[in-house]
């Protein structure tokens, strides 16, 4: 799929790629999405990097059990750590909890809202993180459950991008997902759901999904492991409780902790600390770990009642029934 504008012809090439995933966006307190962008020009080299790291034919987060599989995961992060220190790729992930004050409502629409977290993480970091006027191809995982089909619909009905300097609509305004993707002064060519299995920088995306909701779920035990098992028990001071870990537990532990020894060496600004999960404070960084704050009191997310009404009525609204302002923390 191609879409055309003033400043951006048919046949011009991508000039950047994304890469695409979530984890646990309908299970448990925590859930995310991960956004792996990278120059076109890099793609191949990285997906043969990744390629010889791999053990199996694809690797998911969510099949890390054993030894193994976390040697690959750690690898798979060394090697993000170095291309993202040397500015030829960010990792970007948006966590949120469904118990804050967004999402602890009654008939809360699971699939929509994954679908508004796309788009918060989308405008972000294609609009904010790289040059201007990119051109860009974007991938995503085909199981996935979220609305592909609008989100082609809503970028068929996109015209010229809007001029330099144009202000951003305000918070009630109804326009549709790929109008709100232009805004940010880049143009999305292509958006197309793809077999994982096939694309390597997608199950780089699972990865780091999957890490940062396991670093939220599992901080108290992974404190309670590092006081047993490491020489950082300072680090942490105040868990002397005996605890038993799963080999399951330990494997990912282990990723988790070289993740975030490897991104101290490298100074990259990655915290794991009292906040009980991985994030980074300045959102510029190559690495970034975004925890979704609700911005104000009517800041909530869509309910499936709301969003069938507005599906009947404006069917590109499937994907973000409203615009929600972005948060300046990520700006």
Not at 61 to 79: F, K, N, P
Not at 96 to 111: F, L, T, Y
Request: glycine share 6%; proline share 5%; with cysteine.
């Amino acid at each position: 799929m191609e879409l055309s504008g003033k400043r951006t012809s048919r046949r011009a090439s991508a000039t950047h790629v994304g890469f695409a995933d979530e984890a646990n966006w309908n299970v448990g307190h925590f859930r995310s999405v991960c956004l792996v962008t990278t120059p076109a020009g890099n793609r191949k080299r990285l997906d043969e990097k990744i390629r010889k790291l791999l053990t199996e034919s694809e690797f998911k987060w969510s099949e890390l059990r054993g030894e193994r599989q976390s040697g690959v995961a750690r690898e798979l992060c060394q090697l993000a750590i170095e291309e993202a220190s040397n500015g030829t790729l960010r990792i970007d992930v948006l966590v949120w909890n469904i118990k804050d004050s967004r999402h602890d409502i009654r008939g809360r629409d699971d699939r929509a809202n994954l679908g508004r977290m796309y788009y918060h993480l989308f405008h972000n970091v294609l609009g904010y993180r790289w040059p201007d006027n990119a051109v860009w191809s974007l991938y995503l995982d085909e199981n996935s459950l979220f609305d592909w089909k609008t989100i082609r619909k809503c970028l068929r009905r996109v015209g010229s991008q809007k001029p330099r300097g144009e202000p951003q609509p305000s918070l009630g305004n109804r326009i549709s997902f790929g109008q709100r993707l232009k805004l940010g002064k880049f143009w999305v060519k292509r958006l197309r759901p793809v077999d994982s299995r096939k694309y390597p920088l997608i199950q780089l995306a699972d990865l780091f999904a999957g890490l940062a909701v396991f670093s939220h779920h599992n901080f108290a035990k992974y404190r309670e492991w590092l006081d047993v098992n490491s020489d950082q028990r300072q680090l942490f001071a105040g868990s002397t409780k005996s605890q038993s870990f799963s080999h399951k537990e330990k494997a990912r532990f282990k990723v988790l902790k070289e993740f975030h020894d490897q991104c101290r060496r490298k100074k990259l600004k990655v915290i794991l600390d009292d906040k009980k999960g991985l994030r980074t404070p300045d959102p510029s960084e190559p690495i970034n770990f975004w925890f979704y704050t609700p911005q104000h009191q009517h800041d909530k997310a869509p309910t499936k009642v709301l969003t069938a009404i507005q599906r009947s009525r404006h069917p590109s609204h499937n994907i973000v029934p409203l615009v929600a302002t972005e948060p300046a923390a990520a700006r």
